[in-house]
């Protein structure tokens, strides 16, 4: 609802008064009826004038801009992700398929689970997440971004509708404008080109945050400087160098392993131009708004639903962020490879820089996914603060 105050002496100028004849009363004459209602002006503290919001689901104004958006059928083949809706060259709206979590004891709501969502385009080339429509009911997703938490109203809709109307920054099933403008739908991606690699990867959301849906696995720094490989059992040359290393798991002889996991990177590479363009590797801070959002059963809704040997083994990828056990790289006299933890283990940079508790030489904050948490260095787990010389894998998120 909008509201408008006046003040006393904006009403007497908006009545025409004059310094001579200054009004000592106020009379309101509604429409049909022919007696006024008369008050004092002296006993008026404020005058509000409101207008009610237009209700969500009406008909959309005839005269507006209107843009078709077709609906994507909601089923088992479809998984999280972003797709921009364009007409022509220009993206009018931000379609999502994500992981929504809102709870409110006291409203006795508790939302957790799957949504496709739409957004309005904002300002500087990003979705308006304050605007969130829900495609199934016709509700409200408005989220707050420094909490990364959401506020829900649900709609009275029944079902997901096969068409959606955008106009004037809003959405609704049903339209009067005589002219609709046609939409399409892309896949939101990050292409990342770094010399003569290409590397793509998914965009996920995930509350406010926006993250590449596979771990890194580019060989190169971004400006096409190759990054040194080295083999499982190279340990002990990748312990040495302070150069920034990257390493495949089983050195990539399991078909897609690199394509499905990504690529192990020492610490040094992380602050080296890792990071693709508009991108960030991400930080403690990060995780942390992610495992408040996540809350209960976290881990689960992270891992792939594949591979996991741990407890209580595959996830349910609520998210998308489809986490593999890749487990971590790291010199073992030992052993005969140096490949640790795989299948039990999602182990990753963040750029955090710290102290290693054990030998106090310059670390980096790691972050670990196994069993059932998500678990870092500030949450009295001292071993996920790690030398440069260890070698985990790398998200980036958007900024």
């Not at 002496?9 to 006024?36: F, W």
């Not at 009275?156 to 005589?178: C, H, Q, W």
Request: aromatic content about 10%; glycine content about 8%.
């Amino acid at each position: 609802m909008r509201k408008i105050y006046l003040t006393l002496a904006a009403i007497v100028v908006a009545l025409g008064a004059t310094a001579q004849s200054a009004p000592t009363k106020m009379n309101i004459l509604l429409k049909n009826s022919t007696t006024p209602v008369t008050y004092n002006i002296s006993d008026i503290e404020e005058i509000t004038f409101t207008a009610d919001e237009q209700k969500p689901d009406e008909p959309l104004p005839v005269d507006a801009k209107t843009y078709t958006i077709a609906i994507p059928a909601v089923n088992d083949d479809l998984e999280p992700g972003v797709w921009k809706v364009m007409n022509g060259n220009e993206q009018v709206a931000e379609l999502c398929y994500e992981y929504v979590r809102c709870v409110n004891e006291e409203e006795g709501l508790n939302i957790d689970g799957r949504m496709l969502v739409l957004y309005p385009m904002g300002t500087e080339g990003f979705a308006d997440l304050t605007k969130g429509y829900i495609v199934s009911n016709g509700g409200s997703l408005v989220w707050n971004t420094e909490t990364n938490s959401c506020a829900y109203t649900a709609g009275t809709g029944t079902a997901a509708p096969a068409i959606v109307y955008l106009a004037d920054g809003r959405f609704a099933t049903a339209s009067e404008a005589v002219t609709k403008v046609a939409t399409t739908q892309v896949k939101d991606q990050l292409i990342d080109k770094r010399g003569d690699e290409t590397e793509t990867y998914d965009v996920v959301k995930v509350g406010t945050q926006y993250w590449m849906g596979q771990n890194l696995r580019t060989t190169m720094l971004s400006d096409g400087t190759p990054i040194t490989m080295f083999k499982a059992t190279q340990g002990s040359a990748w312990n040495n160098t302070t150069a920034p290393a990257y390493h495949v798991f089983g050195d990539g002889e399991i078909q897609d392993v690199k394509e499905t996991w990504g690529c192990m990177y020492n610490g040094y590479s992380v602050f080296d131009n890792l990071a693709p363009e508009n991108w960030e590797v991400t930080t403690l801070a990060d995780w942390q708004l992610l495992k408040d959002y996540l809350a209960k059963g976290q881990s689960g809704k992270v891992k792939s639903k594949f591979e996991w040997n741990d407890t209580p083994g595959n996830g349910n990828n609520l998210t998308g962020l489809d986490m593999s056990p890749g487990g971590l790289f790291m010199y073992n006299s030992q052993a005969d490879t140096d490949d640790m933890y795989q299948f039990s283990r999602a182990t990753y940079w963040t750029t955090d820089e710290l102290e290693d508790p054990l030998f106090h030489t310059p670390a980096l904050g790691a972050v670990y996914i196994y069993n059932r948490i998500i678990v870092y260095n500030t949450e009295g787990n001292p071993s996920a603060t790690h030398g440069y010389n260890w070698g985990h894998y790398v998200r980036c998120i958007r900024r």
